[in-house]
């Protein structure tokens, strides 16, 4: 056996996943597609020992998007932005200091989407900023892509949804379904390569799953959403409070290169 080297070991650290092992007769011949498959096998392998109830039933499964409003469907960039900047469709923009629109590559590949803005993308109006967003970048250096470049990082509603405390909260069924049209949007003009779903809300509003479901079922699967191969993983902020989860996210964005790879990105 011998220790996993390269660039991916680098960034392995930066997520906070320790060394990985390898054959030493597989490592002798790798590239860096071998490379990234070996890895997504050992670790795929580690889960279906440790943890073989996590993984989903199915390997492809779909869903469909929420219908878009025509007006928003026909939207460009600008006409986008200034209607999410607008918006007054659900009550999460009387409390908003900014709406939070999404950053990067509008031509990405790659397309991250979380659950909605804290009170420090709100206070910015930037998606995932603060110690969740620093590992969020990690995350895509681990995969080769840097924010604003090649990536998009979007969220599925655009105001900061909190409880009668002030304090951060999920979105509701209710504010989720008013503001996916501008998502819609988004991932229409963008056409990603892959969808990466952060967390419990984007998943299963993507995926229109029962509110049960948990990111553990739905991880080791490629799904489907706007015809597109969307991976689910953990959300950062998560990971921040389980760090021992972060190699379950490892293999998850090992499966998101291989889809990437699979689908000529
Ligand atoms: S969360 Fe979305 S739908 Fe609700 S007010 Fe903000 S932009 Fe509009």
């Not at 006409?79 to 950053?103: M, S, W």
């Not at 969808?195 to 299963?204: C, D, N, P, R, S």
Request: charged share 20%; aromatic share 6%; glycine share 8%.
């Amino acid at each position: 056996m011998t220790t996993y080297s390269g660039r991916h070991a680098a960034f392995l650290e930066e997520i906070g996943v320790g060394p990985l092992w390898v054959r030493r007769t597989a490592a002798a011949s790798m590239g860096q597609a071998d490379e990234v498959a070996a890895v997504a096998a050992v670790v795929a392998e580690e889960q279906r020992v440790a943890a073989p109830a996590e993984r989903a039933p199915s390997a492809w499964t779909d869903a469909s998007p929420a219908s878009c409003a025509p007006a928003v469907a026909e939207m460009d960039w600008m006409q986008l932005q200034a209607a999410v900047a607008a918006c007054t469709k659900c009550r999460l923009c009387e409390q908003r200091t900014h709406t939070v629109f999404g950053v990067g590559d509008q031509k990405a590949k790659w397309l991250f989407i979380g659950e909605g803005p804290g009170r420090s993308e709100d206070a910015k109006g930037e998606p995932f900023v603060g110690p969740a967003g620093k590992l969020l970048d990690n995350m895509l250096l681990a995969i080769g892509v840097k924010r604003g470049v090649n990536a998009y990082i979007a969220n599925i509603v655009k105001c900061r949804p909190t409880d009668a405390m002030g304090k951060d909260r999920p979105p509701t069924a209710a504010e989720t379904d008013a503001c996916m049209p501008y998502l819609n949007r988004q991932i229409a003009l963008i056409q990603p390569t892959v969808i990466v779903a952060l967390g419990k809300t984007a998943a299963l509003s993507l995926l229109k799953r029962d509110p049960d479901t948990s990111v553990a079922t739905l991880r080791g699967s490629v799904h489907r959403y706007a015809g597109l191969p969307l991976i689910v993983t953990y959300h950062p902020a998560y990971l921040l409070r389980t760090p021992a989860d972060k190699r379950k996210t490892w293999a998850d964005l090992c499966l998101a290169m291989q889809t990437y790879a699979h689908a000529g990105g």
